[in-house]
């Protein structure tokens, strides 16, 4: 560390050294501050929760594939289908207990107005498990 000195040729040259004391005294004030907050943030709450041996549920759902291509056309499980037969369907579909669930896919270039009517369509009809399906590209 450098210090004041008696010669005057020295004594306007700039100071070379960094000061390390206040470095210092900044890192031992935050060291105490987390050995104080450490402990408080591991605080936990010791709970006896109850224990229940519950099987879940694997029971098959049903499941309409439902497609519409490129230029616009339904396909109701590979079987083309009209708007208006496939808006009947969705209907008795709904009704069925258990609801299946609609699985729909839908081509690239598809117009997204076929996909928003379809979507009206199973929605108003009451369907409410709907999926898209898409294709993982490939990098």
């Known amino acids: 560390m450098a210090f004041a000195s008696f010669d005057s040729r020295r004594a306007s040259a700039p100071m070379a050294d960094i000061n390390m004391v206040p470095l210092i005294d900044v890192m031992l004030v935050l060291l105490v501050i987390f050995i104080i907050?450490?402990?408080?943030?591991?605080?936990?709450?010791?709970?006896?929760?109850?224990?229940?041996?519950?099987?879940?549920?694997s029971e098959p759902r049903d499941k309409i594939a439902f497609a519409i291509d490129a230029g616009g056309n339904l396909f109701?499980?590979?079987?083309?289908?009209?708007?208006p037969e496939a808006a009947r369907r969705f209907r008795e579909?709904?009704?069925r207990e258990p609801q299946p669930e609609l699985h729909l896919r839908a081509d690239r270039a598809v117009a997204y107005e076929h996909v928003a009517r379809t979507l009206a369509d199973a929605s108003q009809a009451g369907l409410s498990r709907i999926g898209f399906l898409s294709i993982e590209e490939e990098r």
Request: hydrophobic residues 45%; without cysteine.
């Open 37 to 57: 907050t450490a402990p408080l943030l591991t605080h936990t709450v010791r709970l006896d929760l109850p224990k229940a041996d519950a099987v879940p549920t």
């Open 76 to 83: 109701w499980d590979n079987e083309p289908i009209t708007r």
């Open 93 to 95: 579909a709904a009704a």
